[in-house]
């Protein structure tokens, strides 16, 4: 197993999950027509299958839509809730974003709250082009206002986006979860936890972290049970367990917890403490992978590159890479650099060599920043400054010799 996978790390996530499961709105909103009233509440009828209706997506959505061209604002977000989910419509991210934006605007706060969700995580078409540019910042102050309205669940998201920020930002987080704490909402508690085991924004306290993240982990949260398992499987704050550790990850990995699964891929790939078994553990990577692990990736890259219980195939790996890289993972950074700069399994490209040279050096490899050098002083179209900066890199990495 990879020693330096801290499953106790705060984990930026690519990809909130969209707010679907709120009640859709009932009440009446003050100053809508009786019409738009009466249309919205033969939606809400239709779409729960209650006052003598039969269940019918199709004709809720239909009526939401009349009520909301009358102006009716929760009419918008239960709108925007069905275009969400593609729920009597086709799915259309891009019209939910703009039903939310027109309901928060008419004070709606779950819209609100939604509306931050989409900033959150951009919108991209059905043929995978961006519609919605990603805008954390801008969803920061949603979440931040809705908080000053004292919506509870802006809490949370507001200190899981703080968090992932990291620095400075990340200290507001703990004063966000002592407000929003909740014993039964183990979301609050592996947070809060987060804060106490790294001391942020507060003083440590590993001890109370462990505890609060064993009682999220029996409350069924999947990230929980993943950092108890690391945990209990490196014996860090409390006493090594592997059995209760490998089975804490199975329970996180049922969940799809992307770290959970990554680490029983490695797991059943080297056999360490579980049998070996290639095939377990590349299906552990892809389903890891498929949530946008990039080091699932990375590790589904090698298989493909080295041929490990599959053939060998340099262009899958390349995508692999490629991907991960994109995802901001160092050592694929590196790799993806060293094909394009070699060419195999994909064309020769110096720059984009260069280029992924460079991420993985800013991120503090520094066998990064010599190869970019030596790319550098042999692309023969690299600009004079550039190759300046580059010889002398090459120069100060013989002088350290």
């Not at 709120?22 to 809508?32: Q, R």
């Not at 507001?158 to 990340?170: D, I, N, P, T, V």
């Not at 991420?359 to 990064?368: F, R, T």
Request: proline share 3%.
């Amino acid at each position: 197993m990879n020693k330096n996978v801290c499953m106790f790390k705060v984990f930026c996530r690519p990809v909130f999950p969209l707010l679907a499961t709120l009640p859709l709105f009932f009440c009446g909103i003050a100053g809508a027509e009786e019409d738009a009233a009466q249309l919205f509440k033969l939606g809400n009828a239709f779409f729960y299958g209650r006052g003598g209706k039969e269940k019918d997506s199709r004709k809720a959505f239909e009526y939401f839509e009349k009520a909301a061209s009358l102006g009716h604002k929760g009419a918008l977000f239960n709108l925007g809730i069905c275009y969400d989910g593609g729920i009597g419509v086709d799915r259309d991210p891009l019209s939910a974003y703009r039903c939310y934006v027109e309901a928060a605007d008419g004070g709606i706060k779950e819209a609100r709250y939604n509306l931050g969700i989409c900033l959150l995580n951009g919108i991209r078409g059905s043929n995978g082009e961006e519609v919605l540019a990603q805008d954390v910042e801008r969803a920061a102050c949603e979440f931040d206002r809705l908080v000053k309205d004292g919506y509870r669940p802006a809490f949370l998201k507001l200190a899981e986006l703080r968090l992932s920020q990291g620095g400075e930002k990340a200290k507001a987080a703990y004063a966000l979860l002592e407000d929003s704490y909740s014993k039964s909402n183990p979301v609050s508690m592996r947070l809060l936890a987060d804060c106490l085991y790294l001391g942020i924004g507060c003083q440590r306290n590993p001890k109370k972290a462990v505890g609060l993240l064993e009682k999220a982990s029996d409350l069924g949260d999947a990230e929980a049970s993943a950092k108890f398992a690391h945990l209990l499987y490196h014996g860090e704050n409390v006493e090594k367990d592997i059995p209760r550790a490998v089975g804490l990850y199975r329970k996180a990995a049922e969940k799809n917890d992307p770290m959970a699964l990554y680490v029983l891929g490695n797991l059943h790939l080297t056999g360490e403490n579980v049998e070996q078994d290639i095939g377990k553990a590349r299906q552990f990577f892809q389903r890891s992978a498929a949530r946008e692990n990039p080091k699932a990736l990375f590790s589904l890259a090698v298989l493909a590159h080295e041929g490990i219980g599959e053939e060998k195939d340099p262009l899958k790996a390349a995508g692999l890479f490629l991907h991960a890289a994109r995802l901001g993972d160092a050592r694929s950074q590196f790799n993806i650099a060293s094909i394009y700069r070699s060419g195999i399994g994909i064309p020769k490209d110096v720059s984009a060599a260069e280029y992924w040279f460079e991420k993985a050096a800013d991120q503090g490899n520094p066998l990064a920043r010599i190869e970019w050098a030596k790319t550098v002083a042999g692309d023969e179209t690299a600009a004079k400054d550039k190759k300046a900066r580059a010889e002398k890199i090459l120069s100060e990495a013989v002088e350290s010799r």
